[in-house]
Nanobody
Framework: QVQLVESGGGLVQPGGSLRLSCAAS????????IGWFRQAPGKEREGVSC????????NYADSVKGRFTISRDNAKNTGYLQMNSLKPEDTAVYYC????????????WGQGTQVTVVS
């Protein structure tokens, strides 16, 4: 019943843009922090960005700051990651994460969507 589905990945040239979506079902996203992570081949999963559940406070990895923008639309139960000025180093599988810790810890992950940046 609980599910997160990422979409919007694909193949783009350097300098191009993509918008990733994270659609939640089986639970209400309002009270969750939304995070985006990525994992390149042979590397560990790393945090990209997150947005909190109340005031829209955001954080970004230094490698993407100024190029990526995280957002959410609670009415659509969906999170987003707008990615601009893409670089080959951004190539990875991107995962959505939804987390809260009240009244218990809830930590959900999607299956990932592939982003490939190549000339």
């Amino acid at each position: 019943q609980v599910q997160l589905v990422e979409s919007g990945g694909g193949l783009v040239q350097p300098g191009g843009s993509l918008r990733l979506s994270c659609a939640a079902s089986g639970f209400t996203l309002d009270y969750y922090v939304i995070g985006w992570f990525r994992q390149a081949p042979g590397k560990e999963r790393e945090g990209v960005s997150c947005i909190n559940d109340r005031h829209g406070q955001t954080n970004y990895a230094d490698s993407v700051k100024g190029r990526f923008t995280i957002s959410r639309d609670n009415a659509k139960n969906t999170g987003y990651l707008q990615m601009n000025s893409l670089k080959p180093e951004d190539t990875a599988v991107y995962y959505c994460n939804c987390y809260n810790n009240y009244p218990l810890v809830y930590d959900y992950w999607g299956q990932g969507t592939q982003v490939t940046v190549v000339s």
